[in-house]
């Protein structure tokens, strides 16, 4: 039960009025005095007053914490009255958050500004009460759209969580509850439908928690209990009522689990019009997923290509670099001749599941790092005797929205390539062309006279002397072109991407990446 949009509180007046009531506690509002009060059923006995103490405290505690943490506050305790018993606390004003995230449209600035108070606040208040946040979810917050701040509410327990105390950490327990509450706030009659509220949805738990994971609040093993939890809690709040209610939610669950389920692996675009829960296998659609198919949504000849690279370029006993390693698709094939491989990638979840990997797998000499790729990162790095650059430049040149991490860099994009060719005895290379029909090639520069060329001369410039260009064709197979060019008539490059074009790519099994060419570069 929220105690959101409320205020604080003092002891029930007759000018107050009931504005919220659960199992356990009823919310009451004085609009004159500016003061709301939660009093606890008085079933409850000293069980109730212990349960009002706690959360008086609690809120003492947490208010001068979060005076130190912009953009987040709670509501100001004013008096814990025993004879009620209860809480009086100062009225907020605000909009609850789950109405606001779900019904406005929201900037990307927005989105990650909220899912950043969201973390924040959820760390200190793990910090200060030494237990989890029960309730935390959307429902139980207020957004102030004129401070643009978060205020935190309702820190008691839901009796069904208690039975979870001890098996899972506090911020498993705090972040399963969110992601319990969101799935069942998207999946209610009045917003199953809306595109918008899942995005936004979407967007705001990604965003708080990869923050939660750079900041070493969660880490990658702990994100599966986060879905036990999240079961847990979305099974809570929908087993109650009639028969047709529950087969409701029974449905949407099963539909929504490919979108939420996993939520480890959801994935969301900002600016674009779809949604963009993507499962693991998607996300590495061409750099597949060692620990699972070797295929995803991409109809690209992935294990082709590596091993048209493998022909290429000798990798026995030889120290490799990946940047933008994704799953660690390189890592894990060429493990048996590489000497050692380190994986770079901004993607914290992946990190975490493919450090899982190497050690189930024994292979001390793979190493995956969470960085973001920049030309003093690379420099920072030990030399190498190969160095893998594959389908990363473009999302940086461009600041694409593809991941949630990439933003418009605060350095020359090209001194990356300068700073490989201090780095590295070999590059593989390959980017993304304006062509392909996704939202950020129009960010990319012109590429002329045509990208192959644009590229090759672009390499030469930042220092290697030698580069060989290997065409798409070499491991895709004849055939590519003439399917490419024929998905290319019916609009598969256009962006947004017609109905026809969308049909034509997966009748004729190409990918808009397909096109892209792989350049093999020496220092001079």
Known sequence: MSVGAIRGAEPAQATARIIGEGAEATVQLDAARGVVTKVYKRTGGAVAFDAAAREYRLLQRLARALRTVPGVSCPAPLQLIEDLPGVCMRFVEGVPLHDYVGRTRLTEAELDRIARGLASGLCAYLEVAGEPYYDFCLHNSLFQPAEAGIVLLDFGIPEPQRLLHGSYT??????????????????????????????????????????????????????????????????????????????????????????FARARSILFSPQGEMPMAVTLDERMNYHPDPQGPKQGSSKRGVDGRCRLIAGLVDFSGKRVLDLGCSGGYFGFELAGAASSYLGIDADAVL???????????????????????????????????????????????????????????????????????????????????????????????????????????????????????????????????????????????????????????????VDPRDGRDLFIAWPS
């Open 170 to 259: 506090d911020a498993q327990l705090s972040v399963g509850n969110f992601l319990g509450c969101m799935l069942y706030e998207q999946v209610r009659p009045a917003r199953v439908r809306s595109r918008l509220a899942r995005r936004q949805f979407a967007s705001v738990y990604c965003g708080m928690r990869d923050r939660l994971l750079r900041e070493g609040t969660l880490r990658g093993s702990d994100l599966r209990r986060v879905e036990e939890v999240a079961r847990f809690t979305y099974r809570r709040l929908t087993h109650r009522g009639s028969a047709l209610r529950r087969a409701w939610y029974r449905v949407f669950c099963a539909v929504s689990a490919v979108r």
């Open 351 to 509: 990190i975490e599941r493919n450090r899982d990997a190497a050690r189930r797998g024994r292979l001390t000499h793979l190493r995956f790092d969470c960085a973001a790729i920049t030309p003093s990162f690379v420099r920072s790095l030990a030399p190498v005797d190969v160095a893998l650059f594959l389908s990363v430049f473009h999302h940086i040149l461009a600041a694409s929205a593809a991941y949630e991490w990439n933003r418009r860099p605060d350095f020359d994009p090209f001194d990356l390539l300068r700073a490989l060719r201090e780095r590295t005895g070999v590059l593989v290379f390959e980017t993304g062309y304006p062509d392909e029909g996704f939202e950020w090639c129009a960010r990319l520069p012109a590429m002329e006279p045509n990208p192959r060329a644009w590229v090759e001369r672009t390499l030469r410039e930042a220092g290697f002397g030698r580069v060989k260009v290997v065409p798409a064709s070499a491991y895709q197979g004849p055939s590519a072109a003439l399917r490419r060019r024929a998905a290319r008539a019916l609009g598969y490059a256009r962006h947004p991407r017609p109905l026809g074009g969308r049909i034509a790519s997966r009748l004729l099994a």
